[in-house]
């Protein structure tokens, strides 16, 4: 159901916008909860413009965020349909003619809550930030949409011999 501040409700696989209209498009966490994710992506490349940036966020499959949702029968978060790893979408984005740019991997806390850092590593790094306590539980891919320009190469006009009658124009040479 849709609020009254809402400007567009529609299916993230059928988006009302007009093709390459969109300079940016971001996929927070979407790709998992779509019984057809690659729809989804195949949308985004169609509004998206030429050079455009596409964002997706999701849950890494294999970290401890993941093996909770596959321990929960409803999924974690709730509504969740499946997980996608980075490698599967980087995948359907060169497929589609994306450059993908920027993996990087955030999410180090528990799904549990709170971060109690590990026995013996040395509090003040993690207080820099320099060891992460816990593995990262979800990923982000920046990717470019490659748009190659086509120049078409126009054949050479020649010049064809112009007759007069059946006989050719006669031309003027130097003799020498």
């Keep these: 159901?849709?609020?009254?501040?809402?400007?567009?409700?529609?299916?993230?696989?059928?988006?009302?916008?007009?093709?390459?209209?969109?300079?940016?498009?971001?996929?927070?966490?979407?790709?998992?909860?779509?019984?057809?994710?690659?729809?989804?992506?195949?949308?985004?490349?169609?509004?998206?413009?030429?050079?455009?940036?596409?964002?997706?966020?999701?849950?890494?499959?294999?970290?401890?965020?993941?093996?909770?949702?596959?321990?929960?029968s409803r999924g974690y978060p709730p509504g969740l349909k499946r997980m996608l790893g980075a490698g599967r979408i980087a995948d359907w984005l060169e497929l589609l003619g994306y450059d993908v740019s920027l993996t990087r991997n955030y999410l180090f806390t528990p799904p549990w809550g709170g971060s109690a850092p590990r026995p013996g590593l040395p509090s003040s790094l993690l207080r820099r930030g320099w060891i992460k306590p816990w593995p990262a539980g979800a990923y982000l891919i920046k990717a470019r949409k490659r748009v190659y320009t086509l120049t078409p190469i126009r054949p050479k006009v020649r010049e064809r011999p112009q007759t007069i009658g059946a006989l050719v124009k006669p031309t003027t040479r130097s003799s020498s």
């Design 1 to 72: 159901m849709a609020s009254a501040d809402t400007d567009i409700t529609a299916r993230l696989s059928q988006l009302p916008i007009s093709n390459g209209a969109v300079d940016a498009v971001v996929l927070p966490h979407t790709l998992e909860f779509e019984t057809d994710p690659y729809a989804v992506v195949r949308e985004a490349d169609r509004v998206l413009a030429g050079e455009g940036q596409l964002l997706v966020l999701g849950f890494r499959p294999f970290s401890l965020w993941g093996f909770r949702s596959r321990a929960i």
